[in-house]
């Protein structure tokens, strides 16, 4: 159903939660001391034709051994446009359906979250069950009046008999924030109070102040990451006050080191739909700030070798002392990540020696001496410190996962290799030989005889020798 009127100044479009005066619940026989109840909230008070708004939808508190669960979006179709719906933190194997398939009236429409298996008990976490994100059709051109209900559905709980069947009851000690009423009811609750959201269609005005990530940074693993966000102005102001930002990162790879600056708020949570995705929101207000300045530092730790984006997903800044409201406009941003590389530990190896120029965390490095005629005392260090290493007989020696902790430095020092050495008769000279050592045999002759002298090094015939009175070098 829709109204409309026109004003030849500027087109509003007007966004209402219809909330029922009083919410639908009904109680089993053996209710819960509190109902499960169920909210709708949206993520901005105005917007205006072709811009997003985000509906959440939560439930506050946990339910065990659910069963089967159903709550439905319903909005107007004639108004907005589907973005995209995703499922919440409430439980994190359910299906969200943008496209729900629900007998309504024109001209609404049905967004679902659900179970997502009915062949399991599951627990249904207190949190966020969906998000709907949709577009307020860019082509309205009379102001209107939205309604966005909740449609409850189904709650079920059940437990597991002897022969490992489900068995099952209805959960009715269930509240909703704007009930649609009966479930598919041909005729919406016109009459149900409502929450106005204000959408205009004039031109936004510029946001007053810009931020912008630093720049991409390269590091080794175990270094500390700074992000720094300066506040940048766009109009006349020369002061900032209350701030809300919001970042993302790979926790795999980043690990978050600020987790308390003094005199802000700081959350940590995560993507609900990869744990491997940390979330960080900071918040502050209270005391101007120059604009130009950041208003804090966060810093991260490389924990290991790869890529990650530290993400600004939102960021909001007034000049207003008070803490900034969920309408707070964003800040104009004009580079919203910054991508870090984080490289193993360097690794120093001496002349001559062969292995990769990084170590990474967790994990053995193994390195290689020359092969050639040089027996080689090998020692190395950590961060400084020295660490055992392990020589595997074959050239090739080895630092232990556990050790590998910090940049690494490869000593070593070498000998030539001793070999026997066979001598003729009337030679005289040491049994052995050292490489790159000069050898010094001495031919003693006896009357009457001639000699003919051969050398050979590893069987093969050496001719490079030179002779001095007898005396062979």
């Known amino acids: 159903m829709r109204t409309t009127r026109k004003k030849s100044i500027s087109i509003f479009l007007i966004l209402i939660l219809i909330i029922g005066s009083l919410p639908a619940m009904v109680f089993a026989d053996n209710p819960a001391e509190e109902p499960v109840w169920v909210t709708m909230t949206a993520d901005k008070s105005q917007v205006a034709p072709g811009e997003e708004i985000t509906l959440t939808m939560s439930i506050d508190q946990t339910v065990e051994n659910a069963y089967i669960w159903q709550w439905n979006i319903i909005w107007n179709k004639d108004l907005f446009d589907q973005v995209e719906m995703k499922k919440g933190d409430a439980y994190v194997r359910s299906i969200a359906n943008i496209n729900a398939t629900s007998p309504l009236p024109e001209p609404y429409y049905c967004s679902s979250v659900t179970m997502g298996n009915q062949l399991m008990l599951h627990t249904l976490n207190a949190g966020t069950l969906c998000t709907l994100t949709l577009r307020a059709k860019s082509d309205l051109t009379e102001d209107a009046i939205a309604k966005f209900y909740i449609d409850f559905v189904s709650l079920a709980t059940g437990y597991e008999d002897e022969d490992f069947n489900i068995v099952f009851d209805n959960y009715t000690n269930v509240g909703n924030d704007y009930e649609w ?98 979330i960080v929101r900071v918040m502050g207000y209270g005391f101007d700030r120059d604009v130009g300045t950041a208003p804090f530092v966060l810093t991260f730790v490389a924990k290991t070798t790869g890529v990650s ?165």
């Open 181 to 278: 009423g009966d479930k598919y009811n041909v005729i919406p609750p016109e009459t149900a109070d409502h929450l106005p959201i204000l959408i205009s269609s004039s031109p936004a005005e510029e946001p007053a102040y810009n931020v912008t990530m630093p720049e991409d940074q390269s590091v080794i693993a175990d270094e500390t990451i700074l992000i720094t966000i300066p506040v940048g102005h766009n109009a006349d102001e020369t002061t900032y006050n209350a701030f809300d930002m919001s970042f993302s990162y790979d926790k795999s790879i980043l690990e978050l080191t600020s987790t308390e600056i003094e005199g802000l708020t700081i959350r940590q949570s995560e993507d609900p739909e990869d744990p491997n995705i940390g």
């Open 309 to 473: 984006e530290v993400i600004l997903t939102s960021s909001k800044v007034v000049s207003s002392g008070d803490a900034i409201s969920g309408d707070a406009p964003e800040a104009t941003v004009a580079d919203d990540s910054t991508e870090i590389t984080v490289s193993g530990y360097p690794v120093t190896l001496p002349e001559g020696f062969s292995g990769n120029s990084t170590a990474d965390p967790g994990e053995d490095y193994t390195f290689s001496e020359p092969v050639d005629y040089y027996d080689y005392t090998v020692s190395a260090t950590v961060g400084g410190e020295e660490v055992e290493i392990t020589d595997n007989g074959d050239g090739s020696y080895t630092i232990p996962a556990a050790s590998v902790t910090g940049s690494i430095v490869i000593t070593a020092t070498k000998a030539g290799q001793v070999f026997d050495v066979t001598l003729g008769e009337d030679m005289s000279g040491e049994a052995t030989a050292q490489y790159m050592s000069d050898y010094v045999a001495t031919l003693t002759k006896a009357e009457g005889f001639t000699y003919e002298v051969a050398v050979t090094v590893g069987g093969e015939a050496y001719t490079g020798y030179a002779v001095s009175e007898d005396v062979y070098t």
